[in-house]
């Protein structure tokens, strides 16, 4: 079926940059909107920031000006780029996307999740 599988989570210091990646593959026919949640521990999860297919954005306001979502459509593939990265930033980072398949079926779909720790 359908699967998204993110990358590019790690340690970084504050004030760094990282680059987080998001791969959809299997019976896709289409996807719309995509975006990137986090959850740090013990707290609920929040949308980061969200992308449409035509390219319209949303940002959560404690990361405006320093992330920006961006995304590849002939790829399936979804960017989270991240600068200027504090300590509060910390959590485990979800890929999500709303996805046609062949059925035809239409629903969410969720990356496994991807870890970005922010030393201060």
């Known amino acids: 079926q359908v699967q998204l599988v993110e990358s590019g989570g790690g340690l970084v210091q504050a004030g760094g940059s990282l680059r987080l990646s998001c791969a959809a593959s299997?019976?896709?026919?289409?996807?719309?909107?995509m975006g990137w949640y986090r959850q740090a521990p013990g707290k609920q999860r929040e949308a980061v920031a969200t992308?449409?297919?035509?390219?319209?954005?949303y940002y959560v306001d404690s990361v405006k000006g320093r992330f920006t979502i961006s995304r590849d459509n002939a790829k399936n593939t979804v960017y989270l780029q991240m600068n200027s990265l504090k300590p509060e930033d910390t959590a485990v980072y979800y890929c999500h996307a709303d996805i046609w398949t062949e059925v035809p079926r239409y629903r969410g779909y969720w990356g496994q999740g991807t870890q970005v720790t922010v030393s201060s």
């Open positions: 992308i449409t297919r035509g390219g319209s954005t």
């Open positions: 299997g019976s896709i026919v289409s996807i719309n909107d």
